[in-house]
């Protein structure tokens, strides 16, 4: 019944997200515009994550942070790189709009948990790895849980709960949940940081061939 309701999911998400880009494209043309005038290019943020079983994937947002260096060439803080646009972007999570193409793709589901970056794979442990036994989603426990009002541990806990615990109607339910909250523009970040703070677990490389 499991494999049979992914399946379910997959056609949901295919057919879900062609359609949202269908409805949406209008807006997807303004924050572009918006973006292009405001920031400059590129428009499309894209950057390497981690998706279903570890596989490594581009993820595509919106840009909302400039390129900003200091005198070494490192990048400034995400404090000092996100603009205005930026932050309303990330409030009303329309920066995440492209995430649908990863969607369509199959890097990415409607629900799931979080893509999270690849810098951060040897740091799980072998419990927190178990994340990745499903795709990751555009919607997900974290964000209808508080998102990045969560402590780290508190994100992990609900992802693993989702993997043992997932069902259509669960992803029915994280779907409703999610909207609310980006009605509602909550959790978009961590207090005193413009996003979240980076993960810094012990590392605890996960087993060869996962």
Known sequence: MRKFGLVIKRVFDIISAFLLLLVLSPLLLIVALVILITMGRP???SQP???LRGKEFRIFKFRTMLYTQDKKGDLLSDEARLTGIGKFLRSTT???IPELLNVII?????VGPRPLLVEYRDLYTAEQWRRHEMPPGMAGPVLAGGRNTLSWEEKFQLDLWYVDNWSLGLDAKILFQTLIKVI???GTSASGYATMPKFTGE???PEEGK
Do not use: K, T
Not at 106 to 110: C, Q
């Open 106 to 110: 199959g890097d990415m589901s409607a």
């Open 49 to 51: 994550r981690l998706g």
């Open 184 to 186: 509602r523009r909550e």
């Open 203 to 205: 590392p605890n490389p």
């Open 43 to 45: 428009v499309i943020f």
């Open 94 to 96: 329309l920066d995440e």
